[in-house]
Each structure stands twice: as C-alpha cells, then as structure tokens.
C-alpha cells in the first residue's frame, strides 16, 4: 500500500524543479491539491494543434488528445496553449484552473452590434507579462497602442512596450516618449535587429519560470525579435512590402519557446484588429491622466463632451491633454459600455434603446429652437 502511494506521488508530482522552469509555482499547487489528480501527469500545453496538444513536463514533450468530456465542454473550458493539464498516457483528463488568461474580440467583431454578446478569442494562458510589439516603420501608432494596452490591462496582466527597428532611424529615442505619455509607469524598450540593444533590458522578463507572451501587428518585428532573445534562428522572418509597409504573417500558430535565460516566451501571429470582448478596468488604467482630470469635473456623469465644469475639455483647450487622446478615450469607453449592456439584454434591445435616446434629444433640440 506504501509504495503505491509513493509510487502515485512521484508520477502526480514530477520532478517540481524542472516543472518550475515551465512556470509552476505555489498558484498552480494549491489549485491541484483541491482536484482529483488521481494517477495523473503534470504538463504545461506547448502549443495546440486542431485535436491535439503538444505538452510538456520538463523532461519530456509529447502529444495528447482530449478526453471525451474535455472535447464537449464550453470554449472557455477547453485548454490553449499556457495552461496546465493533467495528462493519462496521451489523453488530456483535466485543466488546472488559469491564474489568467490573454483574450480579445473574436477577429471582425471590432465595434460589430450584430450579435447578442462579442465572442472572445483565447490567445494563452497563465502569463507573467505581454510584451506589446510596435515597429518604429509605418507600424507605430499611438492610438493602437493604446487599445493593446487596455487589450492587457483588462486581462489583468503587466505589459512592456517593445519598439523594435531601431536602426530604421538616426534618432529612435524620440519615439519612447511619445509611448511614455499615453503609458504611465510601462516599461519602453527600444529594440534593433542590427546589435544587442534592448535585449538585456528585456532579458529579466525571461528569467526561470517566468512567461512571456508577444502581440503585435503582422511585420512589427515579433519573431526577428524572438530570434534575438534566444540568440539564434528560431521562428521564421517575412520580408516588409516597400510599398504598404506591412509584413507576412510568418508566425501562423501559437507556441512556447524554452529560452536560454531559463523562461519562456510565445510568439503570435499578427493582429489586424484589437477588439474587446470584456469590459474590464483597462480603460482607467491606460487612460489614467483622464481618470485624474475626470475626479474634479462639476458633474460626477460628466461626459466630457459639453459640460460646463468639465476638467477634461479644459485640459485639452489649455494643451495639456490632446484631442486625439480623449477621442480615442471616449470611443474605447462607448465599446466598452455597449459590452456591458449586451451582457444582459440583447443586441437589437441596445439598438433600439439607443435610437430611442436618440430621437427624444432631436425631439428636445427642436422644441427649444
């Protein structure tokens, strides 16, 4: 009876260290010992390939099916790659629960009402930090930046702004503070694919244990960045059109990357459209300077459109907030707002509440004219 019980903790538990380097940690040990482990495997989902799961335990990689309960439960449910598994021979029995995840609107459901709810697209699982991708080409962009950031704050996750193709120009400092203005208290790292720079920096996110996950535009830069990290060729590089500035999509599928400084890292293919699917708090946190103004407007609902009293349109008539800003601010907040409201009524209700407020302020326009 002992040595099946020795035996059934060696195979559950594994070899804790190089499962570390994979990322466990205290979060992930106290969520398996309320489960029903059984005989099972620890592994950590590598990548994710149609019905399959490329998976890990630090020792070895293998491939694993879903068991028959996994293959039917709801899409929030179902493993991506980051999480963690229990694994019976080839077949993925159970899902640690995530410590959290990195989502966005479903591809073509930017600013979409057609749909009772926005669906949400899962990019990874369990990660310590995002780094946000820009190339300092056609692709930089402050008001996108602004979306990924909220994109990462409202997963609840830290982001650092990488801008890479430094050497594109004589001058690349100018750029970081034009990031550090709209990202308060985010790291700006500035990256070249012609030496070393920022690749120390960027170094210590990728320490053991810790996980990294890269978003960005097709052609920002994310796999020569990669490359540069694990210091050798690992992820395929597409060239830039001279003539719309965009690149190929050379990274089609979702994976992580044991990296020498002992962490890992995930590439992802290009994002064309930053869509939200959730209303979280990202929007205080990337637009803070407007939270702050916000608190002494007149009135507490204060729209920030033409209001008297308002602290918002103040700063931005006295220049120490941009116009492009707090557009961008209340365009992120009208999608975030309309979120929430199809969570619990319907698309088409939305709409016609919406029209309906509408019409009666054309109605209260025209009896005071």
């Not at 994310?222 to 059109?241: E, M, V």
């Not at 349109?313 to 979120?339: C, D, H, P």
């Not at 709409?351 to 019409?359: A, C, L």
Request: proline share 3%; aromatic share 6%; glycine share 8%.
């Amino acid at each position: 009876m002992t040595d099946n019980i020795n035996s059934h903790e060696k195979n559950i538990k594994g070899n804790r260290e190089q499962l570390r380097q994979l990322g466990w940690n205290s979060y992930f040990e106290n969520m398996l010992a309320g489960m029903d482990a059984k005989q099972n495997r620890l592994a950590r989902v590598i990548s994710v390939q149609r019905n399959l799961f490329l998976v890990a335990d630090g020792q070895d990689e293998w491939l694993c099916s879903p068991a028959g309960r996994i293959t039917h439960s709801k899409a929030g449910d179902y493993p991506i790659t980051g999480d963690w598994v229990l694994t019976e021979d080839i077949v993925v029995t159970g899902i640690i629960p995530r410590r959290n995840m990195l989502s966005r609107g479903e591809s073509g459901t930017r600013g979409s009402r057609s749909g009772s709810s926005v669906r949400g697209q899962a990019i990874a699982a369990n990660l310590d930090t995002v780094f946000i991708v820009c190339g300092l080409d056609r692709d930089f962009n402050i008001r996108r930046l602004e979306r990924y950031l909220t994109l990462v704050y409202n997963c609840g996750l830290t982001p650092v702004i990488v801008l890479t193709k430094a050497d594109l120009h004589e001058d690349p400092e100018q750029f970081r503070p034009e990031a550090e203005n709209i990202a308060f208290g985010v790291p700006v790292v500035l990256t070249s694919m012609h030496d070393a720079a920022g690749v120390e920096e960027l170094d210590r996110y990728l320490e053991n244990g810790q996980t990294v996950a890269m978003i960005g535009s097709s052609g920002a830069g994310k796999s020569t960045l990669a490359n540069r990290l694990y210091g050798n060729d690992i992820q395929a590089t597409g060239a830039i059109s001279t003539s719309v500035g965009k690149g190929r999509h050379t990274t089609t599928a979702r994976e992580l990357i044991r990296m020498p400084q002992g962490g890992m890292l995930m590439d992802n293919p290009g994002i064309r459209e930053i869509a939200f699917h959730d209303d979280g708090s990202g929007i205080e946190s990337t637009f803070a300077d407007i939270q702050d103004l916000a608190a002494m407007c007149r009135f507490a609902d204060c729209s920030h459109s033409n209001e008297p009293g308002c602290a918002v349109l103040e700063a931005v008539e006295n220049g120490q907030l941009t116009a492009e800003r707090l557009a961008s601010y209340q365009k992120m907040k009208r999608e975030m707002e309309y979120i929430s409201e199809r969570r619990d009524k319907s698309a088409d209700r939305v709409e016609k509440e919406r029209w309906k407020g509408v019409s009666m302020r054309i109605k209260s326009m025209m009896k005071h004219r």
